[in-house]
Nanobody, 130 residues
Framework: EVQLVESGGGLVQPGGSLRLSCQTSGFTFSSHAMAWVRQARGKGLEWVSVINSGGGTTYYSDSVNGRFTISRDNAKSTLYLQLNSLKTEDTAIYYC???????????????????????RGQGTQVTVSS
């Protein structure tokens, strides 16, 4: 059974930082592209960042580019998202997602086919507020 367990969220002031983690199991992590998505209250899903299976190719949405960094540790089957220079508009539940198949290529968020991705975990809440 595929499991994705996000952690690391919390309450932070504007300009602050957080590091999110997604511990995975139940599939060959090192063979799959991974992504972070977020959902603010009352809004749809926003694809934030994507990383290829090896970790050498990353993409970001315009809204987080230059502030967030996605990374992965294939030995630990764990995905990360470093959030810096946080803004109030970054407040959302953050989820990790996996590519459905190892053949799914990492693409910029605006080019993703969401049907190629599945299985978000329970999410971790990030709240940016003074």
């Amino acid at each position: 059974e595929v499991q994705l367990v996000e952690s690391g969220g919390g309450l932070v002031q504007p300009g602050g930082s957080l590091r999110l983690s997604c511990q995975t199991s139940g599939f060959t992590f090192s063979s799959h592209a991974m992504a972070w998505v977020r959902q603010a209250r009352g809004k749809g899903l926003e694809w934030v960042s994507v990383i290829n299976s090896g970790g050498g190719t990353t993409y970001y949405s315009d809204s987080v580019n230059g502030r967030f960094t996605i990374s992965r540790d294939n030995a630990k089957s764990t995905l990360y998202l470093q959030l810096n220079s946080l803004k109030t508009e970054d407040t959302a539940i953050y989820y990790c997602a996996k590519a459905r198949r190892s053949t799914v290529v990492a693409l910029p968020p605006e080019n993703l086919d969401v049907n190629d991705w599945n299985t978000r975990g329970q999410g971790t809440q990030v709240t940016v507020s003074s």
